[in-house]
C-alpha cells in the first residue's frame, strides 16, 4: 500500500499531466491554420449589414449607405463589400477623403473578391482593382488645375505669387538652355527686369507652348494657331493683340505637363475614357492659349521717349534669345519701334547735283605768216604747231559710295517644333 505522502504525489503529476495536455490543445488551436479558420470565421460578420448597404446604394439613399456601412464596419473593419459600396457612396456625396480611406484598406487587404459595382467595363472585377482604379480617379479629381471665373472663362487655379515665382524660373532656365548653346552666353539676370509680371505670364504661356509641341502633346497646327492668334502679346506694334486673360497667372510647363502624363496614364489603365481624357486636355490647351478669342487685350501704346523706346528693344532681344520670334519678326517690331520715336521716318530724297560743265576751248585763229623779215641780220623761227592757250578740261565722274552692309544676324531660330503627334 502507498502511503500518504506517495499518494499526494501520484495525484499532484496526474494533475501536471492534465494541465499540460490542456496546454497542448489550446496551443493546437492556435496554429495558422486555425488562425486562418478564425479569420474566415470573422469576415462574414456584418456581411448583412453590408448587403442592406448596397441595396441602400442601389436606390440612391447614399445617406443610408453610409449609416449601414458604419455599423458592418464596426463588426468586421476587412469587410470589402461594406468597403467598396461606402466608398461609392463617399464619392457621390463629395466625402472625397473619406472615399480615398476606404479604396486605401481595399488595396491593403486585397484578395480575389470580385464586384461589378464601380467596375469600368461592368463586368466582375477584383474589388482591388477596381480600388485602385477609383483611386486614381479621385487624385486626378482633386488636382484640377483649370476653373472657370464668373464669365465662363477657363482660368487657371494658382495665385499670381506662385505665378511669378514659377515664370522666373522658366525664364531663367529658358535663357540659360539659350546661353550653354550659344558661343558668347549672356547674363540672364537683367532679361527678368524688363518684364513686369504680366509681361512674364505672357512669356511662359509660349514657352509652355512651345514645350507641349516638343514633347508631341500638342501638334503643329494647334502651335502654329496658338501662336500666331496670340503673337500680339510679345510684339504689340506689329500684331493684333493677344486673347484676353494671356496676362492672368499660370502654372509652370512641368505642372502642366506632368497633368497631361497623369491622365494619358489614367487612360491606359482604363480609369477614365478617352473622350475623357481629351475633353480635360483641350480645356487645358484652351486655359494656356486660346485659339479663337471672343475679346482681345488692349492695344500697347508705342513709346514716345528714348527710354521707352530703348527698354522695348531690349525685351526684343530677350524675346529672340527665348526663341520666342524670328530674326524678321524681331526687325519688323524694331523698325516699328523707331518709326513711332520718330527715328527712321522716310527722309526727303536730296535733288540730283547738276551735271559738271565741261568747259569748251575757244578757237585759236591760225596764225598769220610771218612779216618778211628785213635784212637786218636776225633770223625768226616759226613754230610747227599752234600753241593752245586753254588747256581742256576733261569730265570727273564722281561715284557714290555704297553705303556699308548690315551686321549679319544669327540664323533665323526655327520656332517650330518637330510635332509629330499629340500623344
Not at 108 to 121: C, K, P
Not at 198 to 206: A, G, H, K, S
Not at 263 to 284: H, M, N, Y
Amino acid at each position: 500500500m502507498f502511503s500518504k505522502h506517495a499518494n499526494q504525489k501520484i495525484i499532484c503529476s496526474a494533475l501536471a499531466l492534465s494541465l499540460l495536455g490542456g496546454c497542448a490543445i489550446f496551443d493546437k488551436k492556435d496554429t495558422d491554420e486555425e488562425s486562418g479558420w478564425l479569420l474566415r470565421q470573422f469576415e462574414k460578420d456584418g456581411q448583412e449589414l453590408a448587403n442592406r448597404a448596397t441595396v441602400a446604394y442601389s436606390k440612391g439613399d447614399f445617406k443610408k449607405t453610409q449609416e449601414l456601412v458604419s455599423e458592418a464596419l464596426k463588426d468586421n473593419p476587412r469587410n470589402q463589400q461594406a468597403l467598396l459600396v461606402g466608398a461609392l457612396a463617399a464619392e457621390k456625396l463629395g466625402r472625397i477623403n473619406r472615399a480615398r480611406q476606404y479604396y486605401e484598406d481595399l488595396i491593403i487587404i486585397g484578395g480575389d473578391q470580385t464586384s461589378v459595382l464601380g467596375s469600368s467595363s461592368g463586368a466582375p472585377q477584383k474589388i482591388a482593382d477596381i480600388a485602385k482604379e477609383r483611386l486614381r480617379t479621385i487624385s486626378i479629381k482633386q488636382s484640377e488645375i483649370v476653373i472657370e471665373d464668373k464669365n465662363g472663362t477657363k482660368v487657371f487655379n494658382i495665385s499670381q505669387e506662385a505665378a511669378s515665382a514659377q515664370s522666373q524660373k522658366v525664364i531663367t532656365r529658358a535663357l540659360v538652355q539659350k546661353n550653354n548653346a550659344a558661343a558668347a552666353p549672356r547674363s540672364t539676370s537683367p532679361a527678368l527686369d524688363l518684364f513686369t509680371p504680366e509681361e512674364q505670364n505672357i512669356i511662359t504661356r509660349f514657352l509652355t507652348l512651345k514645350e507641349l509641341a516638343e514633347k508631341d502633346l500638342i501638334t503643329k497646327e494647334e502651335f502654329l494657331t496658338r501662336r500666331q492668334t496670340n503673337i500680339g502679346g510679345l510684339l504689340p506694334l506689329t500684331h493684333k493683340p493677344g486673347a484676353a486673360g494671356i496676362d492672368a497667372p499660370v502654372p509652370s510647363p512641368d505642372l502642366i505637363i506632368e497633368r497631361i502624363n497623369v491622365l494619358k496614364e489614367a487612360v491606359e489603365s482604363r480609369a477614365i475614357t478617352p473622350r475623357e481624357f481629351s475633353a480635360e486636355r483641350d480645356i487645358i490647351i484652351e486655359a494656356l492659349m486660346p485659339p479663337s478669342p471672343r475679346t482681345r487685350m488692349k492695344p500697347k501704346a508705342p513709346s514716345k521717349d528714348i527710354l521707352g523706346a530703348a527698354k522695348d528693344l531690349r525685351k526684343l532681344e530677350a524675346l529672340y534669345d527665348l526663341n520666342l520670334i524670328t530674326s524678321k519678326e524681331k526687325a519688323a517690331e524694331k523698325k516699328a519701334i523707331e518709326k513711332y520715336l520718330g527715328i527712321n521716318r522716310a527722309q526727303p530724297k536730296p535733288a540730283p547735283a547738276p551735271a559738271a560743265v565741261v568747259a569748251q576751248p575757244k578757237p585759236v585763229p591760225a596764225a598769220q605768216p610771218a612779216a618778211p623779215a628785213q635784212e637786218t641780220g636776225i633770223t625768226v623761227l616759226q613754230p610747227e604747231q599752234p600753241l593752245n592757250m586753254v588747256e581742256k578740261i576733261e569730265k570727273i565722274e564722281v561715284i557714290q559710295p555704297l553705303p556699308p552692309a548690315p551686321a549679319a544676324e544669327g540664323a533665323p531660330t526655327n520656332i517650330v517644333p518637330n510635332v509629330t503627334s499629340p500623344f
